[in-house]
């Protein structure tokens, strides 16, 4: 059973803009912790943002003041906002999930920023 499926990936020009989507199926949606990383190629997944539970924000210091995360638990969706996109954020993006220890992955969207 598919628990988090991502949308709004696409190409951008750099200093564009996009807005991820994740939607999860879990009823348990609002005590769940949840993140976007990213993966680009040849390099590591790593984190972007997260948001906890009740609602306090981190941000991985490459997007801080650019991408804002945010969450509403009445629809159980996460959305990652991204401004001022640069090449170098080019990636597949995921939604994670964290639900008492129990972990869930999207499958992924790409975003790429190209001129």
């Known amino acids: 059973q598919v628990q988090l499926v991502e949308s709004g990936g696409g190409l951008v020009q750099p200093g564009g803009s996009l807005r991820l989507s994740c939607a999860a199926s879990r009823s348990s949606f609002r005590v769940s912790a949840m993140a976007w990383y990213r993966q680009a190629p040849g390099k590591e997944r790593e984190l972007v943002a997260d948001i906890t539970r009740g609602g306090n924000t981190n941000y991985a210091d490459s997007v801080k003041g650019r991408f804002t995360i945010s969450r509403d638990n009445a629809k159980k969706t996460v959305d990652l906002e991204m401004n001022s996109l640069k090449p170098e954020d080019t990636a597949v993006y995921y939604c994670?999930?964290?639900?008492?220890?129990?972990?869930?992955w999207g499958q992924g969207t790409q975003v790429t920023v190209s001129s």
């Open positions: 994670r999930s964290d639900t008492w220890g129990i972990v869930d």
